[in-house]
């Protein structure tokens, strides 16, 4: 009945698998995910042949040893051979299970000679970048989930890579060992891509060690794997794998905004430009909370906040430092002097907040560290 | 106690004040039944919800306070009740005892539980929510960014872990001191035994889940830190308190389970249980490993290799006794005389998916193929096959199987078994396709999906409606055996069974064993 019953599974499986579901775990591009692909597929394979032998007897008695055929019940029971076999021959194959895991353990475990370090911050809802250089030139970006709310709630026709895409990727060089040191900023989070065989948790206080050697140009997809509060299924990695020429002038062209970005901070810009910008910053930071319109949602509404229509510096720092223990968190760390100001002027001006207040990014530099 | 013989109380008091092992029995099985269908029916907003991608019904707030009092509803409210209640109705009459040893505690052990749940369902209309941060709640989400019901949350959790401590003092109690003259610990029935494994294992964790959140109550009101790493806490101590009591806790749910199939799978195959020795011995190793593989729930918190080779080679020596045990449900019914009532059906579904549900295990006990696995759908399909196909497949066997002892009555065979095959096929629609979302990289709570995971999450919510559907024809059928099911008059309802509850009369009388009787051969010769 069983074997008919899994027959009937694959033909109901079947046809779903060959319309590219996939149904088993990726090898992905790396050594190490290969390691652990053949490692999983081998214990599955004990586990089928095991499991075709035991379910294969029970079946047999279930077919043979029935009441209705006439089958009289033997009393047989309690057999020390029988019983030391099957305590010991399954204790045998696991010592020989043992061997491969343990050494594909190591090989995750081994993070000595890095050749490029990159620090990953888990923030309520979305991941900071860092590549950590000696030189002092610390490239640093946060990456938010770039699929529109309109997709997610079904007004328009969903993309192909649907929450699965963000805003600015991890570039990473291939054929070079990157290592990962993984912290979060609030809440436990998880960085998983499977295809590179990365998952370690970020956690608040702790910085975790993973690492990758990609050998593949490519883009890799994954997503946040712990429970992080309501957004958690909106957190999506991208890592780009691309050559070692193009991650070098990739590098330097980021080294050049941050600078340009350093630059523009001690300007003063036109009220147009900074609500250009400040849309653009509310619209990727802001807008799943406070809503298109500034009327609210899970955050406050913006649009006749005492606090956006009150003392500006107040208004600030609340952006700045966040609100503890809600969903509202601190984005100083997060926004470069002049998306702060822009949001701050944008937010001040927008949604008939005709405050007419400027907040310059020349104010904001003294009162955090942008 | 009197020799004269009193019945019941009549009216509402009856089960307000009652002593009765068997009407608080009763009692924990229907309330464990009702957060059975309460729990059922969050895991169907659930799947209502992962439908389709997009977020069609509930916002992902409210999606995860659908995870999470799912998980704690079924895990608490549910299989653990019900399982007490099993332990209540059946304990002091396998053993030859007149009643539980501490009557007025049972009684208040089972009415402390549904102000608790009634407390924690109520957190759904409170301002902020209800608890939003799985049923595993890791710091700091539950504590620095928890809403405010969480505090609610830690009081029920309180209260329930005080109910489960003086259930299983009572237990132990019990079958320590009330057994009949020559019921000698090796002629225990396998459900006493695994009950008694049980209740020991309950007084060690709860105490550490009541410790854990306390913690959680002290960080959130008190100004402490010890899961705030801001103030010098530690995030991961919180998951390793709240795994020492979680690992033990899933052997919690199994081990009853364990203990009523060891008993229906002999009387249905008309032959004793093959090795009933190492059936206990087995038991017993499982309860001590299951103090020792905590942080298998852990791989990917970064603990150092030395530990993370330790709990992996000793989560993989689980696979022993418990592969013992499957192996000793076989050879029971390996030349035996086999019928297949539901109580057995449902044993045989037992068997069968709780070993699938034991293969992903070992898969999952394999440290380096967890970082692929962990917190995936993979997780996900393998401990429902586990909880489900394991825990409330073997209680719904119970159920069929002691039902008509319990009121003289037997039920619809024809509709058990529709209820069995429903069920079955249901069960593996919803989980089958999850271990296959679970490895091709969808993540576990998650209110939607990439749509490569489309077809598969749609087959599973199709799977999980009708499992959802076929738990009212199961309790249609009780309803209908106790009010009109076909009258049954034998002590021993099934030819095969054995033990002492198939000596008393049938309906079981209000009082069973006020004399003890004469025990009769061991357990395991016929």
Same mark, same amino acid.
């Given at each position: 009945?069983?074997?008919?019953?899994?027959?009937?599974?694959?033909?109901?499986?079947?046809?779903?698998?060959?319309?590219?579901?996939?149904?088993? !775990?990726?090898?992905?591009?790396?050594?190490?995910?290969?390691?652990?692909?053949?490692?999983?597929?081998?214990?599955?394979?004990?586990?089928?042949?095991?499991?075709?032998?035991?379910?294969?007897?029970?079946?047999?008695?279930?077919?043979?040893?029935?009441?209705?055929?006439?089958?009289?019940?033997?009393?047989?029971?309690?057999?020390?051979?029988?019983?030391?076999?099957?305590?010991?021959?399954?204790?045998?194959? =696991?010592?020989?299970?043992?061997?491969?895991?343990?050494?594909?353990?190591?090989?995750?475990?081994?993070?000595?000679?890095?050749?490029?370090?990159?620090?990953?911050?888990?923030?309520?809802?979305?991941?900071?970048?860092?590549?950590?250089?000696?030189?002092?030139?610390?490239?640093?970006?946060?990456?938010?989930?770039?699929?529109?709310?309109?997709?997610?709630?079904?007004?328009?026709?969903?993309?192909?890579?649907?929450?699965?895409?963000?805003?600015?990727?991890?570039?990473?060089?291939?054929?070079?060992?990157?290592?990962?040191?993984?912290?979060?900023?609030?809440?436990?989070?998880?960085?998983?891509?499977?295809?590179?065989?990365?998952?370690?948790?970020?956690?608040?206080?702790?910085?975790?060690?993973?690492?990758?050697?990609? @050998?593949?140009?490519?883009?890799?997809?994954?997503?946040?794997?712990?429970?992080?509060?309501?957004?958690?299924?909106? !957190?999506?990695?991208?890592?780009?794998?691309?050559?070692?020429?193009?991650?070098?002038?990739?590098?330097?062209?980021?080294?050049?905004?941050?600078?340009?970005?350093?630059?523009?901070?001690?300007?003063?810009?036109?009220?147009?430009?900074?609500?250009?910008?400040?849309?653009?910053?509310?619209?990727?930071?802001?807008?799943?909370?406070?809503?298109?319109?500034?009327?609210?949602?899970?955050?406050?509404?913006?649009?006749?906040?005492?606090?956006?229509?009150?003392?500006?510096?107040?208004?600030?720092?609340?952006?700045?430092?966040?609100?503890?223990?809600?969903?509202?968190?601190?984005?100083?760390?997060?926004?470069?002097?002049?998306?702060?100001?822009?949001?701050?002027?944008?937010?001040?001006?927008?949604?008939?907040?005709?405050?007419?207040?400027?907040?310059?990014?020349?104010?904001?530099?003294?009162?955090?560290?942008? | 106690?009197?020799?004269?013989?009193?019945?019941?109380?009549?009216?509402?008091?009856?089960?307000?004040?009652?002593?009765?092992?068997?009407?608080?029995?009763?009692?924990?099985?229907?309330?464990?039944?009702?957060?059975?269908?309460?729990?059922?029916?969050?895991?169907?907003?659930?799947?209502?919800?992962?439908?389709?991608?997009?977020?069609? =019904?509930?916002?992902?707030?409210?999606?995860?306070?659908?995870?999470?009092?799912?998980?704690?509803?079924?895990?608490?409210?549910?299989?653990? @009740?019900?399982?007490?209640?099993?332990?209540?109705?059946?304990?002091?009459?396998?053993?030859?005892?007149?009643?539980?040893?501490?009557?007025?505690?049972?009684?208040?052990?089972?009415?402390?539980?549904?102000?608790?749940?009634?407390?924690?369902?109520?957190?759904?209309?409170?301002?902020?929510?209800?608890?939003?941060?799985?049923?595993?709640?890791?710091?700091?989400?539950?504590?620095?960014?928890?809403?405010?019901?969480?505090?609610?949350?830690?009081?029920?959790?309180?209260?329930?872990?005080?109910?489960?401590?003086?259930?299983?003092?009572?237990?132990?109690?019990?079958?320590?001191?009330?057994?009949?003259?020559?019921?000698?610990?090796?002629?225990?029935?396998?459900?006493?035994?695994?009950?008694?494994?049980?209740?020991?294992?309950?007084?060690?964790?709860?105490?550490?889940?009541?410790?854990?959140?306390?913690?959680?109550?002290?960080?959130?009101?008190?100004?402490?830190?010890?899961?705030?790493?801001?103030?010098?806490?530690?995030?991961?101590? &919180?998951?390793?308190?709240?795994?020492?009591?979680?690992?033990?806790?899933?052997?919690?749910?199994?081990?009853?389970?364990?203990?009523?199939?060891?008993?229906?799978?002999?009387?249905?195959?008309?032959?004793?249980?093959?090795?009933?020795?190492?059936?206990?011995?087995?038991?017993?190793?499982?309860? &001590?490993?299951?103090?020792?593989?905590?942080?298998?729930?852990?791989?990917?918190?970064?603990?150092?290799?030395?530990?993370?080779?330790?709990?992996?080679?000793?989560?993989?020596?689980?696979?022993?006794?418990?592969?013992?045990?499957?192996?000793?449900?076989?050879?029971?019914?390996?030349?035996?005389?086999?019928?297949?009532?539901?109580?057995?059906?449902?044993?045989?579904?037992?068997?069968?998916?709780?070993?699938?549900?034991?293969?992903?295990?070992?898969?999952?006990?394999?440290?380096?193929?967890?970082?692929?696995?962990?917190?995936?759908? &993979?997780?996900?399909?393998?401990?429902?096959?586990?909880?489900?196909?394991?825990?409330?497949?073997?209680?719904?066997?119970?159920?069929?199987?002691?039902?008509?002892?319990?009121?003289?009555? !037997?039920?619809?065979?024809?509709?058990?078994?529709?209820?069995?095959?429903?069920?079955?096929?249901?069960?593996?629609?919803?989980?089958?396709?999850?271990?296959?979302?679970? =490895?091709?990289?969808?993540?576990?709570?998650?209110?939607?999906?990439?749509?490569?995971?489309?077809?598969?999450?749609?087959?599973?919510?199709?799977?999980?409606?009708?499992?959802?559907?076929?738990?009212? =024809?199961?309790?249609?059928?009780?309803?209908?055996?106790?009010?009109?099911?076909?009258?049954?008059?034998?002590?021993?309802?099934?030819?095969?069974?054995?033990?002492?509850?198939?000596?008393?009369?049938?309906?079981?009388?209000?009082?069973?064993?006020?004399?003890?009787?004469?025990?009769?051969? @061991?357990?395991?010769?016929?």
């Amino acid at each position: 009945m069983g074997r008919i019953f899994s027959a009937a599974a694959w033909v109901l499986v079947a046809p779903l698998a060959g319309a590219g579901n996939q149904i088993n !775990m990726s090898p992905g591009v790396t050594e190490m995910g290969g390691n652990i692909f053949e490692l999983h597929m081998l214990i599955m394979w004990i586990c089928v042949v095991i499991g075709a032998l035991v379910f294969g007897a029970m079946f047999y008695s279930i077919y043979a040893h029935r009441k209705s055929k006439g089958h009289q019940a033997s009393q047989f029971h309690e057999s020390t051979q029988v019983e030391v076999a099957w305590t010991v021959v399954p204790f045998l194959i =696991l010592i020989a299970m043992a061997f491969p895991a343990t050494s594909t353990l190591l090989e995750v475990y081994d993070n000595d000679e890095s050749e490029l370090d990159i620090l990953i911050t888990g923030h309520q809802w979305k991941w900071k970048y860092e590549y950590l250089d000696d030189s002092g030139e610390t490239v640093a970006f946060f990456s938010n989930m770039a699929t529109p709310q309109e997709e997610i709630y079904n007004t328009q026709s969903k993309g192909e890579n649907y929450l699965l895409e963000v805003d600015e990727p991890l570039v990473i060089p291939t054929h070079t060992k990157v290592r990962f040191l993984i912290t979060a900023n609030d809440v436990i989070h998880s960085w998983w891509v499977p295809e590179i065989a990365v998952k370690r948790d970020a956690i608040p206080g702790f910085i975790n060690e993973a690492w990758t050697r990609v @050998p593949e140009e490519g883009i890799y997809r994954g997503q946040c794997t712990e429970l992080c509060g309501a957004y958690h299924g909106f !957190m999506p990695i991208e890592v780009h794998a691309v050559s070692r020429d193009e991650f070098d002038s990739w590098i330097a062209a980021k080294r050049g905004i941050a600078a340009a970005q350093t630059e523009l901070a001690m300007q003063t810009l036109s009220v147009d430009e900074l609500m250009d910008e400040g849309k653009r910053v509310y619209d990727s930071a802001c807008l799943v909370c406070h809503g298109a319109g500034g009327e609210g949602g899970v955050g406050n509404a913006i649009a006749g906040s005492p606090v956006v229509l009150g003392d500006i510096a107040a208004h600030m720092a609340l952006v700045a430092d966040g609100v503890s223990g809600t969903a509202m968190q601190a984005f100083g760390e997060q926004l470069s002097a002049v998306d702060m100001a822009a949001v701050l002027t944008y937010q001040r001006n927008a949604f008939g907040n005709n405050t007419g207040d400027v907040v310059q990014p020349g104010d904001v530099a003294g009162t955090e560290n942008g | 106690m009197g020799d004269h013989h009193h019945g019941p109380a009549a009216g509402v008091t009856r089960w307000l004040f009652t002593t009765n092992h068997k009407d608080i029995g009763t009692m924990y099985l229907w309330f464990s039944f009702a957060m059975f269908l309460l729990g059922g029916f969050f895991a169907m907003v659930i799947r209502a919800e992962l439908f389709q991608p997009g977020m069609q =019904l509930v916002e992902p707030g409210f999606f995860n306070q659908m995870t999470t009092l799912h998980g704690l509803i079924m895990v608490f409210g549910a299989i653990m @009740p019900s399982f007490v209640g099993l332990a209540n109705w059946l304990i002091p009459m396998m053993i030859g005892a007149p009643d539980m040893a501490l009557p007025r505690m049972n009684n208040w052990s089972f009415w402390i539980l549904p102000p608790a749940f009634l407390m924690l369902a109520s957190t759904l209309f409170m301002e902020g929510g209800a608890p939003a941060f799985g049923w595993t709640f890791y710091a700091p989400l539950s504590t620095t960014y928890a809403a405010p019901s969480v505090t609610f949350f830690i009081f029920a959790i309180h209260i329930l872990g005080v109910s489960s401590i003086m259930g299983s003092i009572n237990i132990i109690a019990t079958v320590m001191n009330m057994r009949a003259p020559g019921m000698t610990y090796m002629k225990m029935p396998m459900f006493v035994w695994t009950w008694l494994i049980t209740a020991f294992l309950l007084v060690a964790v709860m105490p550490v889940l009541a410790g854990a959140v306390t913690m959680m109550l002290m960080d959130i009101h008190f100004g402490t830190s010890f899961f705030s790493a801001a103030g010098g806490g530690d995030p991961v101590l &919180f998951q390793h308190i709240f795994w020492f009591f979680g690992h033990p806790e899933v052997y919690i749910i199994i081990l009853p389970a364990f203990g009523v199939v060891s008993q229906i799978i002999p009387a249905f195959s008309r032959k004793p249980l093959f090795g009933y020795a190492s059936m206990v011995y087995a038991t017993a190793s499982i309860a &001590f490993l299951s103090f020792i593989v905590w942080a298998h729930h852990m791989y990917t918190v970064g603990m150092p290799l030395a530990g993370e080779l330790f709990f992996m080679y000793a989560t993989m020596l689980i696979a022993v006794p418990t592969g013992v045990k499957v192996f000793n449900w076989i050879t029971t019914m390996w030349r035996g005389s086999l019928t297949f009532e539901t109580p057995m059906l449902f044993c045989i579904g037992f068997l069968v998916l709780f070993t699938l549900g034991g293969f992903t295990g070992l898969m999952l006990s394999i440290a380096p193929a967890d970082f692929q696995y962990h917190d995936t759908y &993979f997780v996900v399909a393998h401990f429902h096959y586990v909880m489900v196909a394991g825990a409330v497949f073997s209680m719904t066997a119970a159920i069929y199987y002691w039902l008509p002892k319990w009121c003289g009555r !037997m039920y619809s065979e024809s509709m058990g078994k529709t209820h069995f095959w429903i069920s079955f096929i249901g069960f593996n629609i919803t989980f089958f396709p999850q271990h296959f979302v679970g =490895l091709a990289g969808m993540p576990r709570r998650i209110p939607d999906y990439a749509l490569q995971f489309a077809d598969f999450n749609m087959m599973s919510s199709i799977g999980a409606f009708i499992y959802g559907a076929s738990q009212l =024809l199961f309790l249609y059928n009780v309803v209908a055996t106790i009010v009109a099911g076909k009258p049954v008059s034998e002590e021993k309802v099934w030819d095969g069974a054995e033990g002492l509850e198939w000596t008393v009369a049938t309906p079981a009388p209000y009082h069973t064993f006020e004399e003890p009787p004469a025990v009769p051969k @061991p357990v395991g010769t016929f």
